[in-house]
């Protein structure tokens, strides 16, 4: 079953990771963006129809604030054997990811990175906080905060609807921000007119 965990951190923007190649990534980059983190595997049943979702909804979505975050893992059955950079490799050219593909991480037990003990303490599911399999997807709002958790059988393209949704709420707050931000300056602009 998965124990309670215990984090300090209130989003995911206060984690810092490792690329593939071992350099540190402050999660505070993808402030105000729409993220769907994902423990990944080359040599799992789920590797195909994940991998080919995520490249087309990252494809979509991408310039509209939408970024999905790959994180191999090996703990289940040992499907991701290589190095962290034979993963980037495998996930950038047999399925086109243009998103990040972190280094390799644990995601259960003592040793699970940071970034996913926090992910997993907030939305456990009724079996707790343990990670099923391969492919459990985070999706988390532009604020850090987790939103939803789906399991290993849930295709991505069956979330895009969530997607859109929170994607929409960021780009509706953007534009209503610059309505006021232009609302602004055009009150700045007749009160200067008027002390002329």
Known sequence: MGASISV?????????VKDSSG?????SVYQGKVLLVVNVASKCGFTETNYTQLTELYRKYRDQGFVILAFPCNQFMYQEPGTSQDAHAFACTRFKAEYPVFQKVRVNGQN???VYKFLKSKKPTFLGTRIKWNFTKFLVGKDGQVIDRYGPTVPPLSIERRIQLFKA???????????KTKNKKIEDENVNQKTI
Do not use: G, M, N, W
């Not at 951190?9 to 984690?15: L, N, V, Y």
């Not at 350099?23 to 999660?27: R, T």
């Not at 709420?169 to 309505?179: A, C, G, M, N, Y």
């Open 23 to 27: 350099k540190d990534v402050d999660l």
């Open 112 to 114: 699970a990175a940071p």
């Open 8 to 16: 300090s951190e209130k989003s995911i923007h206060q984690f810092t």
């Open 169 to 179: 709420t960021t780009l509706r707050i953007v534009l209503l921000s610059q309505t």
